[in-house]
């Protein structure tokens, strides 16, 4: 029973590895054709138009997307009924937003882009409703696919949009905003899914379930927005958006690392539901012990190669105009190991559907990411004060998750090697963002500890999969 769990979980994991790597690395690789056709401020306020529409996401839908994933797992329930609750939930939202539009068009901060955030948010909230259900379904294969079609048609729309029409910032949004209704389309089609979306047949006991559990998820998201991105926002207001730019271009970089822990999470998020059933919680405890183990020496070996070769990674993407991001990119990428790991505590509440308890610790993320930004900014740390903020912040979190899930889920959290991990990627991030006298050296000796404290068991393990397989 053990082995066909891991197996399944590496399986699903190679499987969307395969589908959406690739694929997006080549959207990473446009980096010098968008820092090379848009200027810092261009780039700054293409960034702020994105990252508005992913706060707008979760109050449009109610947070319903993580319920229908959620509820559609759950083999007592209707998944026909859960769709059409999810589906009815952003159209009301959608509804309600296009009544806002004439007051949110009179905010001056979006510079006329409001109607390009909402169209952008409706067909974000569609596209994520209708993967996350074919995902719960177990269809890896086909979400894998979508995701590359989503890929594949932004960078086609992007090389039109920025190359030939010049359209700058609008031209970068609504590739996205295209891409999304078209690989919307296409799941819609493919899986048939008006068959399921039965209006008729509404189970208000069931959409009453779905939205105590994703209502508290609404401030949730918009506690992680703030994690994620307000900083942004205080960097522009702060320092300007030249200065933001180059922040927002940074943050490329952390993406990848973000990427490659995302498709672990998503296999593994149906793997930590799943797969309770029929088992022990002793053995459920240690399939969760080893998986943390092996997934955070996946990020520290990754964090490790990226953060060395921050300049780089700016050197070759990044058009000269934006070589001093590298900058902030060690910090960003220290504080997205610890934002994986606090998704990864986090799937303890999913499977017993705590989102209360994902809400609090968000929060705490939110206030303690705010305080520090407001401390750290204006100081000569400037940019690089808001990377240290958002670190602090999931490193605060991770903290008390890891206490808390404890009342649900005793899992072995190798403290010890996570100790020694953090330890070196610390110094690797204080020796290169000051550039201390051998830098260098510190690089490519932490790269070698961390790679010799956790490549071992990762290679184990899946040796022992495959041999056993």
């Known amino acids: 029973m053990i082995d066909k769990k891991y197996k399944r979980l590496l399986s699903n994991t190679a499987i969307l590895g395969l589908g959406t790597f690739g694929s997006k690395i080549l959207v990473f690789l446009l980096m010098p054709l968008y820092t090379s056709c848009l200027t810092k401020a261009e780039y ?32 007592t329930i209707d998944r026909r009924q859960v769709l059409t609750t999810g589906f009815a939930v952003i159209l009301a939202g959608a509804a309600v937003m296009l009544a806002l539009f004439p007051a949110l068009n009179a905010i001056d901060y979006f510079e006329g882009y409001m109607w390009l955030i909402i169209l952008y948010t409706v067909m974000a909230c569609l596209h994520s409703l ?17 995701g590359i079609i989503a890929t594949a048609v932004t960078i086609l729309l992007n090389l039109l949009f920025l190359l030939v029409f010049d359209w700058a910032v609008l031209g970068y949004v609504l590739s996205v905003v ?10 819609f089609l493919r899986s048939k899914l008006w068959r399921e979306i039965r209006f008729f047949h509404w189970n208000g006991k069931l959409a009453r379930d779905m939205l105590k559990f994703s209502i508290p998820m609404i401030p949730t998201t918009i506690f992680w927005w703030i994690t ?5 926002y205080m960097v522009k207001g702060m320092l300007g958006d030249d200065v933001n730019g180059l922040y927002a271009a940074a943050f490329k970089i952390p993406t990848m690392l973000i990427l490659l822990s995302g498709i672990f999470i998503e296999a593994w998020q149906f793997s930590a539901v799943t797969e ?3 088992e022990s919680k002793k053995a459920h405890e240690h399939f969760f012990g080893q998986v943390f183990d092996s997934f955070q020496g996946m990020l520290f070996i990754s964090a490790a190669g990226l953060i060395a070769f921050s300049k780089i990674f700016s050197l070759l993407l990044f058009s000269d105009e934006f070589y001093p991001a590298w900058q902030y990119m060690p910090l960003l990428i220290f504080a997205t190991v610890y ?3 606090v998704t990864f505590m986090g799937s303890v509440y999913l499977v017993d559907k705590k989102s209360i308890q994902s809400f609090i610790t968000a929060m705490i993320g939110a206030l303690v990411n705010i305080v520090f930004n407001l401390l750290l900014i204006p100081t000569v740390l400037g ?7 958002t670190f602090l912040s999931y490193f605060v979190v991770f903290i008390i998750r890891a206490v808390n899930t404890r009342r649900y889920l005793r899992f072995d959290l190798h403290i010890p090697k996570l100790t020694v991990n953090t330890l070196v990627i610390a110094a690797q991030t204080v020796f290169m963002v000051l550039e201390l006298p051998g830098w260098i050296v510190v690089q490519a000796a932490g790269i070698a500890v961390i790679f010799a404290i956790n490549a071992g068991p990762i290679l ?3 040796m022992k999969l495959l041999r056993r397989g």
Do not use: E, H, W
């Open 228 to 232: 994620n991105v307000s900083d942004r």
């Open 130 to 146: 209708f993967a996350q259900y074919i995902r719960a379904q177990g269809m890896t294969a086909f979400f894998a696919l979508q």
């Open 178 to 187: 295209i891409a999304d209704a078209v690989v919307s389309l296409i799941i």
């Open 276 to 278: 309770r059933d029929g």
């Open 460 to 462: 184990r393990g899946c």
């Open 383 to 389: 940019a690089n004060g808001a990377a240290l903020a």
């Open 44 to 75: 700054s306020t293409a960034d702020i138009i994105s990252q508005s529409a992913n706060l707008l996401m979760p109050i449009l839908s109610l947070g319903i997307v993580d319920a229908v994933f959620r509820f559609t797992l759950d083999k």
């Open 339 to 341: 934002s994986s790991l």
